[in-house]
């Protein structure tokens, strides 16, 4: 049998670190055994689930490396969840409510004062046909649960071991809303039959829903799917991550012009055994994921780890790595350039900061002016090259007896406006005599 996995992000909003390092374990468990991966759109809630998000999501895979193998909408299967909720009913597995959500509120309130289990008392398995069409007669529409036979459902997590769950603990769950809209519990299990899913993979929150979808799943079919539950990741707060915290959004990290093998890098190693740091390619990851290295215990989001990942690669990029997207920042940005100043850069197009630099006409007002003059005097002339810089400023530390900060913190500043920056052994070639003795307002 072939290894199945999927990801099943709901088009709700933007998708954070949480929620790719979830599709990015998936993906990476298909690959190492030769698999299937699929994306899955869960959007069945069509007051929330907006098309824009389903695109974006698609888009931030895509950026990420992260390919699937097949993907579609849940919108689109409506009839098959028909037939396969027609299925329950001539099985008496599923069973009609009419109770209006104020009506279960007050069961639970009630519940709760008297210490009685909050789970639904299943009350609506009384009623007599008549009962039923009295309801139906005030406007009342039912709402579907599904009726849970086992008492302990148990199964082997491949992360976490041996679990058992007691179902009595848990309410028969809703799988089909009053308006006949399909529930997650539902499709999901339906879905993951008809696609033959092997491995489900997900965050730990969703362990007692595993217990209520592994009893459904026998019921529609038989189950024989091995599941594993992660910790899920947590900002570096400790807070669980939402999607409403878009400053963790992949969208927000590709705005930021940061690089997706940063982020992959950290997501396949954060909650794991293995340590911290920056993957070589994507081919790299692939080979090294175990997912026995997985922890149970949640990990921390340090955006500094990122920037610092991040850091690196870009840093370690040579000109034809970068040469293209250079191209659209300023075309004037050559090998030399890039060369110089790639050592002082936290993203590619940070490079912007350093092109206005070096290529603006502005003046440069100096505040130690005598000492600048001095410098200037004993300009060499042309051609300039890596040994400039050296033979210049030791003529000026003889000329005016300056050295250290005293002497190279001026120049720079009067050179360049800045106090800190890349070395300017290199910087002053990519300036050069005519423009250093132009810019320099004295």
Not at 8 to 33: E, K, Q
Not at 82 to 90: E, S
Not at 277 to 304: A, C, M, V, W, Y
Not at 411 to 421: P, Q
Request: glycine share 4%; net charge negative; hydrophobic share 35%.
């Amino acid at each position: 049998m072939t290894v199945t996995t999927r990801f099943a992000p709901s088009p709700t909003g933007l998708i954070h670190l949480g929620n790719i390092r979830t599709a990015l374990i998936n993906w990476l468990f298909a690959r190492v055994n030769n698999g299937k991966f699929i994306l899955r759109i869960d959007d069945t809630d069509a007051e929330r689930s907006r098309q824009e998000y389903a695109d974006k999501i698609k888009h931030d895979l895509d950026w990420l490396g992260i390919n699937y193998d097949e993907t579609f909408d849940q919108s689109s299967r409506f009839d098959v969840y028909d037939k396969r909720f027609q299925q329950l009913k001539d099985s008496g597995r599923v069973y009609a409510c009419y109770e209006t959500a104020e009506e279960l509120d007050r069961k639970r309130k009630l519940q709760s004062a008297t210490g009685g289990k909050q789970v639904y008392d299943r009350s609506a398995l009384k009623l007599s046909d008549q009962q039923k069409k009295d309801f139906e007669a005030e406007g009342r529409k039912p709402h579907w649960r599904f009726l849970m036979n086992s008492e302990r459902v148990e199964w082997d997590d491949l992360l976490k071991g041996k679990i058992s769950i007691d179902l009595t603990s848990l309410s028969d769950p809703v799988l089909i809303r009053a308006d006949g809209v399909p529930l997650y519990t539902f499709t999901s299990a339906v879905d993951d039959i008809d696609y033959k899913v092997t491995n489900v993979i997900r965050g730990d929150d969703h362990t007692s829903n595993t217990a209520v979808q592994i009893e459904l799943i026998n019921a529609l079919d038989s189950c024989n799917i091995t599941f594993a539950h992660h910790a899920l990741l947590q900002a570096a707060s400790g807070d669980k991550l939402s999607k409403r915290d878009g400053v963790i959004s992949i969208e927000s990290f590709r705005e930021q012009n940061m690089e997706p093998l940063a982020i992959l890098s950290l997501l396949a190693t954060i909650g794991t055994s293995n340590s911290i740091e920056l993957k070589d390619n994507i081919q790299q990851i692939i080979d090294e994921f175990r997912i026995e290295t997985i922890s149970t215990s949640p990990g921390r989001i340090e955006t500094d780890l990122l920037n610092a990942l991040n850091k690196k690669i870009v840093q370690g990029f040579s000109f034809n790595d970068v040469k293209d997207r250079l191209a659209n920042v300023d075309d004037r940005i050559d090998e030399l350039f890039w060369d110089s100043v790639k050592g002082n850069l936290a993203t590619v197009e940070d490079v912007k900061s350093w092109a206005d630099i070096v290529f603006n006409e502005d003046k440069i007002e100096v505040e130690d002016k005598e000492f600048i003059q001095q410098a200037l005097s004993v300009i060499p002339p042309d051609p300039w090259d890596e040994n400039t810089w050296e033979l210049w400023t030791s003529e000026i530390k003889q000329l005016t007896g300056r050295k250290g900060k005293e002497l190279f913190l001026p120049l720079r500043e009067a050179f360049t406006g800045m106090k800190h920056g890349p070395e300017m052994k290199q910087l002053i070639q990519l300036l050069g005599r005519e423009k250093i003795l132009n810019r320099v307002n004295i």
